[in-house]
């Protein structure tokens, strides 16, 4: 010990003690001890003029929390290390179990040596034997701490956490814990994590090479979790997917309040096994909790749930809402639950931006959320995300999304939504290349995730380039063979893509007569079957099952009775038609007064117009959608502007502009002009025999 140059052994202390375990520790976990020179002598000299070097200087694979043990045992000053071995070996107990340790760099003068004084020979027998036991414990602790030999950018997967508790509440719990271990993971910039959604898929699989191969992935964690009476017991293993062996293991039994710090310590603990370098940015952030409120989390992880669950589905409207609702119980219970105004601002964002509300109480709401996330985390990279987000879906300000989405990336790195988002972006200002760019980065974050693949699936449509979408939607069923909106919608694509309907035809009756609750998923498809077929009966089936509310055509808001009116017209019963069109213009009429300029609203009510006879109003509106969402604002809503001021015009008798439209729309990526739609459905039966009509067909017709 330092203290030793002054040649006073009489007056060594305890501390002297645990300066020499400090020194084996130090030894044993880098190889070469805290100090070196020519004789003893030379050594302690040294110890005493300058502090021994940090562990991790040698060994920065360690774990921050055991360098700070080991640099409190090798302080110079006595009174600034542990009191005792005894108080050594407690701190590392609590560092072994994933509790807080006590040691800081820097300790306050204590002097607990009376006993010691009292009782020398106790002291001495006991500070030798604590010395003996905790050297020997150090080598079990150097096999247990060492980092894996391996690159951290092999990729982690974690795996959902089973439940073994039989109730539905503790499953969406244990999901709950899971999420929140792969999500403080995914901070961590120096570690390859694969999302969770691509890992849902192997819930309960134990091949875990199997999962490395197609996960491209070196480790997996996986675990189990057991709540009940106030209490939460975790079992945690890291296996390497190469060899299928354990890396690391650790039980868990805390009390339930303790579940988000427990959290923290499993995400820390890995990250230091796979020797991940852990900035002190990214450290904290896998410190902080999300909530302390059980409650508000609770909540908070089923709104997820809805809405990651969220597909190809005419449900998307009542799943959203039930998010809001869910989501305000959150943040009643925590106001300072940032994750939970994050998720609630993308929900209002997305039922604003799909018509399910698009009015200026809606986007207050979302503009609340915003603000509470801009208070709560002002600069962190998930704020970032949320505006570019609400950037987005509120505003269509595409530049300055994509500019909150450069900030996210620093901090984000491993967060998927970045790159598909800039997807989204790149697809409306019509970088189509660009876009399937940034879809593919998302796939590589998370290469299961089956909205990254829905959407890349949906990029491929937009251009027309079917053997895409096609292959892209048998990924999606490979990853979800029951996922019923997704055959159906695959089916639906034969229909566009060759004008056959018998594909979607049988996939619809094999899905409802295997599952007659799944009628108000698939409904557009349904009705654009029963349209294409030209059956009244089926097209009446479809109604009776369609949501309150109607069916909106990407982002069009058409009331139900403007369904019910195609179908009226259908069958041949104009006064039918003419009494539900006329309901609709009143719904829409409505919109369009509260909201001049909403270009959704004018393209639906203008469509209706037509419907009804109404030419000039028809052609105005129409016209004024174009206006107010061109293709150069947003390539996908615009194109579909154009496309429907070309039903207008074919509906109002005007041939020539109806076909010089329609022309137009054929060229644009992005417009539902398809062979099969052009062919099949009746909206275009009024150009049905002129050869310009049948000429552009004939250029959709699959080559």
């Known amino acids: 010990a330092p203290e030793q140059v002054n040649g006073s052994e009489g007056k060594l202390t305890p501390a002297a003690d645990v300066y020499s375990l400090g020194a084996v520790l130090f ?3 880098t ?4 100090v070196t020179g020519e004789h003893a002598l030379k050594v302690i000299q040294q110890a005493a003029e300058k502090p021994a070097p940090k562990l991790r ?3 920065p694979a360690l774990d921050r929390d055991l360098e700070t043990i080991c640099a409190k045992c090798l302080e110079i000053e006595p009174h600034a290390r542990y009191h005792s071995a005894g108080e050594l070996a407690e701190d590392l107990e609590r560092w072994l179990g994933g509790h807080s340790i006590v040691a800081r760099p820097v300790s306050p003068p204590v002097r607990l040596w009376r006993w010691s004084r009292r009782n020398p ?13 905790t050297a020997v414990g150090v080598l079990t602790w150097k096999g247990e701490v060492a980092p894996v030999n391996g690159d951290p950018a092999a990729g982690i997967a974690v795996l959902p956490f089973e439940s073994l508790s039989p109730d539905k509440d503790n499953a969406f719990f244990a999901g709950g814990v899971y999420d929140g271990v792969s999500a403080k993971l995914a901070k961590v910039a120096n ?4 999302s969770h959604n691509s890992v849902a898929k192997y819930r309960g699989v134990r091949d875990t090479q199997e999962i490395g191969r197609a996960l491209n992935v070196a480790y997996v964690l996986r675990g189990s979790v057991r709540r009940g009476a106030g209490r939460i017991h975790l079992n945690i293993q890291l296996v390497d997917t190469r060899n299928d062996s354990q890396v690391w293991a650790q039980e868990y039994d805390r009390d339930l309040n303790n579940v988000f710090t427990l959290q923290s310590q499993i995400a820390q603990k890995v990250a230091d096994r796979l020797g991940a370098d852990v900035s002190s940015t990214e450290k904290a952030a896998i410190q902080e909790p999300p909530t302390t409120d059980l409650i508000a989390y609770d909540a ?4 997820k749930d809805l809405i990651n669950d969220i597909s190809f589905s005419t449900r998307e409207k009542d799943d959203l809402v039930e998010a809001v609702r869910l989501l305000d119980q959150a943040v009643a219970h925590d106001p300072l639950f940032f994750d939970a105004y994050s998720q609630l601002a993308g929900a209002h964002d997305r039922i604003y931006f799909l018509g399910f509300d698009h009015t200026a109480a809606r986007l207050q709401l979302s503009e609340a959320a915003i603000e509470s996330i801009r208070r709560l985390r002002p600069n962190s990279g998930e704020t970032h995300l949320a505006l570019a987000q609400h950037l987005y879906w509120a505003y269509q300000a595409y530049d300055r999304a994509h500019e909150e989405l450069a900030a996210a990336r620093l901090t984000l790195p491993n967060e998927a939504r970045i790159p598909l988002l800039a997807g989204y972006i790149d697809r409306r200002q019509g970088h189509w290349q660009e876009s399937l760019d940034q879809m593919k980065q998302a796939l590589e974050l998370d290469p299961h995730n089956l909205s990254i693949l829905q959407q890349t699936s949906l990029t491929y449509q937009a251009l027309r380039r079917y053997k895409e979408t096609v292959a892209t939607l048998d990924t999606v069923l490979a990853i979800a063979p029951k996922d019923i909106a997704i055959k159906v919608w695959r089916a639906w694509v034969e229909l566009q893509w060759r004008a056959d309907p018998s594909p979607l035809h049988t996939t619809i009756e094999t899905a409802l007569t295997e599952n007659p609750k799944a009628a108000p998923y698939i409904v557009l498809q349904w009705l654009d079957l029963a349209l294409s077929e030209r059956d009244p009966s089926a097209a009446e089936r479809v109604l009776a099952a369609m949501p309150a509310g109607g069916g909106y055509d990407e982002n069009i808001p058409f009331p139900d009775s403007w369904w019910r009116g195609l179908v009226a017209r259908l069958r041949g019963d104009q006064p039918a038609a003419r009494a539900a069109f006329a309901d609709a213009r009143t719904q829409l009429g409505q919109i369009v007064r509260d909201q001049p300029d909403y270009a959704a609203a004018l393209c639906a009510i203008g469509v209706v117009d037509a419907a009804l006879g109404n030419k000039e109003d028809a052609i105005r509106e129409g016209q004024r959608a174009v ?3 061109p293709p150069s604002k947003n390539a996908i809503d615009g194109a579909r502007m154009i496309q429907y001021l070309a039903v207008s015009h074919a509906w109002t008798g005007d041939k020539e502009r ?19 739609y052009l062919r099949l459905h009746p909206v275009w039966d009024p150009l049905r025999g002129d050869p310009r009509f049948e000429a552009i067909v004939a250029s959709l017709a699959p080559k």
């Open 27 to 29: 030894h044993l976990l």
């Open 31 to 34: 190889g070469r001890p805290p």
């Open 57 to 59: 200087s040698l060994a």
């Open 121 to 133: 020979t106790f002291a001495g027998m006991a500070a030798l034997l604590l010395a003996l036991g």
């Open 191 to 194: 570690l390859k994590v694969i």
């Open 300 to 303: 908070y992880l089923r709104s």
């Open 627 to 629: 206006d107010l969402m």
């Open 658 to 676: 109806a076909i010089e439209r329609l022309a137009e729309a054929a060229k644009l990526p992005g417009s539902h002009v398809t062979y099969g």
